[in-house]
Nanobody, 124 residues
């Protein structure tokens, strides 16, 4: 069965860095695009970044562009999110998700499997 497991969340100070990982299993990882989402209390889940199946194409939300970097290692079935210059507004639960095969959009409905989430808290 498909499993996605996030790790690497925690507490950071504003201006600091964290690196999230998403370990995938139960399917051919290199055949699917992957995405990172986040959800803050009282807010809707929002896209953070997307990486294509081979890792050659990426997309970033405007709010994280220039600060976050998405990447993947298909040999290790793992996706990453390097988060630099963190801000208190980045505080949220971060989720990794598998993009449905053939899906074109980046909204949550275009993703079919989700991890359990990892908390990121940025203090000012």
């Amino acid at each position: 069965q498909v499993q996605l497991v996030e790790s690497g969340g925690g507490l950071a100070q504003a201006g600091g860095s964290l690196r999230l990982s998403c370990a995938a299993s139960g399917y051919t990882f290199g055949n699917y695009a992957m995405g990172w989402f986040r959800q803050a209390p009282g807010k809707e889940r929002e896209i953070v970044a997307v990486v294509s199946s081979r890792g050659s194409g990426t997309y970033y939300a405007e709010s994280v562009k220039g600060r976050f970097t998405i990447s993947r290692d298909n040999a290790k079935n793992t996706m990453y999110l390097q988060m630099n210059s963190l801000k208190p507004d980045d505080t949220a639960v971060y989720y990794c998700a598998r993009k449905s095969y053939g899906a074109m959009g980046n909204g949550p409905l275009n993703y079919d499997y989700w991890g359990q989430g990892t908390q990121v808290t940025v203090s000012s």
